[in-house]
């Protein structure tokens, strides 16, 4: 099992920035898929972007061009950069783990095992 703790919750004037980030703890870190997600009230929870063990990194139309996903190895902890924050960005946003070797689409939270319990972005305009 993996614990994920989020942090970076933080409100901002649209065009503004925000860093979230996602430590892992328990299992073996690189043993997961990392993947963030996003749920603003009323909405399904939406894959924002994902990045594979091995480095591949994909990301929602929506959120292309702006938002960057890293990791930080030696502290088991990925970051998702936000840049050109927009109101729509509005959401509560979660990391998510699942083991690396599922192949279902990434951006589907049921194929999810384990989650953070969410960090607040608002973004006003």
């Known amino acids: 099992q993996v614990q994920l703790v989020e942090s970076g919750e933080g409100s901002v004037q649209a065009g503004g920035s925000l860093r979230l980030s996602c430590a892992a703890s328990g299992d073996t870190y690189s043993r997961y898929r990392m993947t963030w997600f996003r749920q603003a009230p009323g909405k399904e929870r939406e894959g924002v972007g994902t990045m594979h063990p091995g480095g591949t990194i994909y990301y929602a139309d929506s959120v292309k061009g702006r938002f960057t996903i890293s990791q930080d190895n030696a502290k088991n902890t990925v970051h998702l950069q936000m840049n050109s924050l927009k109101p729509e960005d509005t959401a509560m946003y979660y990391c998510?783990?699942?083991?690396?070797?599922?192949?279902?689409?990434?951006?589907?939270?049921?194929?999810?095992?384990?989650w953070g319990q969410g960090t607040q972005v608002t973004v006003s305009s």
């Open positions: 998510a783990a699942r083991l690396a070797a599922i192949n279902t689409g990434w951006w589907l939270p049921e194929t999810y095992d384990y």
